[in-house]
């Protein structure tokens, strides 16, 4: 059936124009390099959503309110047709816009009554949005059904009394009491930055009446699973979707019960809508993970992101279809050693547009169904957000010199950027040039990485270094943008960037990936000191007298590490969140998957395997620290426990080795709120300017 196309009327845009405040900062006269400030008070565009005709898109733009320490998230929507126009907001807090399958209403995602979030619709010819959802708890993540009936939201409920109501009663009366202690007889007993509260996130459907209310009550999809959807911490409406005739939800989860800590184990199931039948796995088979269920056009076939091996939560994602009649099974891409980070269908079905991190860069590519063959769309920079529509494919795109902005991509056209948001915020601001520089590293095997030139180069002139380390360890520090560690603030504190791609590294290829493993203090450490020189041989604006290492999450384990095993190079160490004692770790950290799996795999336990675990253990080597370092480690931070970061404080200040401890009660493992990161960066600029001169 051919969908009947509707432009979304020029009143419609004309009126949330004139309710939506058009307030701008001025541009700034003069130019200036990139700061902090300008790092947390810049506005952030993400969540893209194309109406189904292709003429309008709904954003998200987040707003750091300083004042009282916030961020504001907002939907605007942008009338595609004329694209230079300033996207326009709906009043009132937003977040995740969707738009009914007619494109004639989009659903959004608002707490503004100052309760729970629910969802609501904004219309033409309302002045005001609608509240759609009435229930007691917040609604986490939601879709609408593809015939525009039904709801598919996401609730945390205890599974024992699944009806929202009850939870909301639980919750009240657990509230009520007066006792604060808990009790645990099995894990997780906290995860990411929470404690557990014996919730789950259960999948429901809501019928929508005629008037476009939700019924009740809601219909449970997960009835009794012992696993959340969308997953923790972070997923979201990827992990489930729906048929194209509203019949059936798919959705993936790890239903592992007392084993959810050690396992990765998630499997695709599909269930009614209506929920009249028990959910069924269709992945069974596959004890790894299976993610990000996507049902083709025709409703004939679906696909997902598959890993093999159990345990490793960084293995490579494969792309893998079923035929849901037959139930026949196949991976597509099995001679393309890329690691596929998400995936939607053309509206076609003959071609999967899939992003995968691939040299530095997370690139579009077109991945034929039949054939397997792939063909890469987008060149530099970091594309996620991918949609495909009756216009052309659009994207969002950030790089190391720009946040995130909205690009369209034309049959046979070059890439065009719709959006300029921040536009006034960037207009006096200087980023600062970066190249991509490759070096032979460990076992003569080539490594990358990026250097990022400092403000005010001059020639002749040689600058201070910060040596950057990223985390994961299987992540990488490429093409992209990033609001926690940005290179172009060091660069405009006028220093110059060193980051390398050590083994390990995400987007080179699965075995260059999995060499990491059990080796996080030899070869990961060798391309950094191997990578160090290549620098400094190739850009000869690098002080290498005049440096410092800094890192986070396994940057900062490998900062520590650096302290006892390379600190020659080096003035001063940043130490964000870094493993200390390799074997207490082991111990402590809340995802048990992997530490066992970075020392030798499943079952590989502190207990089992101590030598493990004191291989490469920064604590034992704390005898020849010398170097001055700031520890800084976050109270809520359950990943890699404050206690991690004390102890390395502990033993500087008892060595008798300059040093300075923040810690950030409120914080997790990463540092949000506003104000906090401005002390974060304000912190290390210090702190570099003590060292290194600048």
């Given at each position: 059936m051919t969908t009947r196309r509707y432009r979304l009327p020029a009143a419609l845009f004309a009126l949330w124009a004139a309710m939506a405040a058009m307030t701008p900062a001025q541009a700034r006269l003069t130019q200036h390099p990139f700061t902090a400030r300008d790092l947390v008070t810049l506005d952030r565009l993400s969540d893209a959503q194309i109406a189904p005709d292709g003429h309008a898109a709904a954003l998200e733009i987040r707003h750091t309110d300083l004042p009282h320490n916030r961020a504001r998230h907002a939907v605007a929507l942008l009338d595609l047709a004329h694209p230079a126009t300033r996207p326009v907001e709906l009043p009132g807090d937003a977040s995740s816009p969707r738009w009914s399958p007619d494109g004639r209403v989009l659903y959004f995602l608002s707490s503004r009554h100052g309760g729970?979030?629910?969802?609501?619709?904004?219309?033409?010819?309302?002045?005001?949005?609608?509240?759609?959802?009435?229930?007691?708890v917040d609604v986490q993540a939601?879709?609408?059904?593809?015939?525009?009936?039904?709801?598919?939201v996401s609730l945390a409920v205890f599974p024992d009394a699944e009806a929202p109501d009850a939870t909301r009663a639980r919750l009240d009366a657990r509230h009520a009491a007066k006792a604060s202690g808990m009790v645990f007889d099995?894990?997780?007993v906290r995860h990411w930055d929470e404690w557990a509260d014996g919730t789950r996130n259960h999948l429901f459907s809501l019928v929508?009446?005629?008037?476009?209310?939700?019924?009740?009550?809601?219909?449970?999809?997960?009835?009794?699973?012992?696993?959340?959807?969308?997953?923790?911490?972070?997923?979201?409406?990827?992990?489930?979707?729906?048929?194209?005739?509203?019949?059936?939800?798919?959705?993936?989860?790890?239903?592992?019960?007392?084993?959810?800590?050690?396992s990765t184990n998630f499997d695709i199931y599909s269930v009614p809508v209506g929920g009249h039948r028990a959910p069924v796995d269709l992945t069974g088979s596959n004890l790894a993970w299976d993610a990000e269920p996507k049902v083709s056009p025709d409703g004939h076939t679906l696909a997902w992101r598959a890993q093999k091996r159990p345990g490793f939560e960084a293995d490579r994602f494969a792309v893998m279809v079923m035929d849901l009649v037959t139930r026949a099974t196949r991976?597509?891409?099995?001679?393309?050693?890329?690691?596929?980070?998400?995936?939607?269908?053309?509206?076609?079905g003959r071609t999967l547009d899939v992003t995968a991190e691939d040299v530095g860069q997370l690139r579009l590519f077109a991945l034929d169904v039949q054939s397997g063959r792939v063909t890469p769309l987008t060149g530099d920079g970091h594309v996620t957000d991918v949609r495909d529509v009756a216009h052309g494919l659009t994207y969002l795109r950030d790089a190391l010199d720009s946040p995130a902005q909205l690009w369209r991509l034309l049959p046979g056209g070059a890439p065009?950027?719709?959006?300029?948001?921040?536009?006034?915020?960037?207009?006096?601001?200087?980023?600062?040039?970066?190249?991509?520089?490759?070096?032979?590293?460990?076992n003569h095997e080539t490594v990358h990485g990026y250097v990022v030139q400092p403000a005010g180069l001059q020639p002749g002139h040689r600058y201070p270094v910060a040596f950057l380390i990223h985390g994961g360890p299987q992540g990488s520090f490429g093409d992209g943008w990033s609001y926690r560690w940005n290179p172009q603030f060091y660069a405009g504190l006028g220093y110059g960037v060193v980051m390398i791609d050590f083994h390990g590294s995400t987007g080179y290829g699965q075995a260059f990936t999995d060499a990491i493993s059990n080796h996080w203090g030899d070869r990961p450490l060798i391309d950094l000191q191997l990578g160090w020189k290549a620098a400094l041989a190739q850009f000869d604006w690098l002080d290498g007298s005049r440096a410092c290492a800094l890192g986070a999450s396994y940057g900062g384990y490998m900062v520590n590490w650096i302290a006892g095993n390379w600190s020659q190079p080096w003035r001063c160490l940043v130490t964000h969140d870094g493993v200390f004692d390799d074997r207490m770790m082991g111990f402590s950290t809340e995802e048990l998957w992997f530490a066992e799996w970075e020392h030798g795999g499943p079952g590989h336990t502190p207990w089992n395997d101590p030598a493990g675990y004191e291989r490469f253990n920064p604590a034992k080597r704390v005898a020849t620290w010398r170097v001055p370092q700031l520890i800084i480690h976050s109270g809520r931070d359950y990943r890699i426990p404050l206690e991690q970061g004390l102890a390395a404080f502990d033993a500087l200040q008892r060595r008798g080795i300059e040093s300075r401890l923040l810690v950030f009660p409120d914080e997790n493992h990463w540092v949000l709120k506003p104000a906090n990161s401005l002390q974060w960066h304000d912190t290390v600029e210090a702190w570099l300017k003590v060292h290194l001169g600048r």
């Open positions: 729970t979030a629910q969802v609501w619709r904004a219309a033409p010819g309302h002045a005001a949005a609608i509240e759609v959802t009435h229930l007691p939601f879709a609408v059904s593809p015939d525009g009936h039904r709801l598919v099995r894990l997780f929508l009446d005629a008037a476009g209310q939700a019924s009740k009550p809601a219909v449970p999809l997960m009835p009794g699973f012992d696993a959340d959807c969308p997953t923790k911490p972070f997923g979201d409406d990827a992990d489930f979707t729906l048929s194209p005739d509203g019949g059936t939800v798919f959705f993936s989860a790890r239903n592992a019960g007392r084993s959810e800590p050690w991976e597509i891409d099995p001679g393309w050693d890329r690691s596929v980070s998400s995936l939607s269908w053309s509206p076609d065009e950027q719709l959006t300029h948001v921040g536009a006034a915020q960037l207009a006096g601001l200087t980023m600062q040039p970066f190249r991509q520089f490759a070096f032979t590293g460990w």
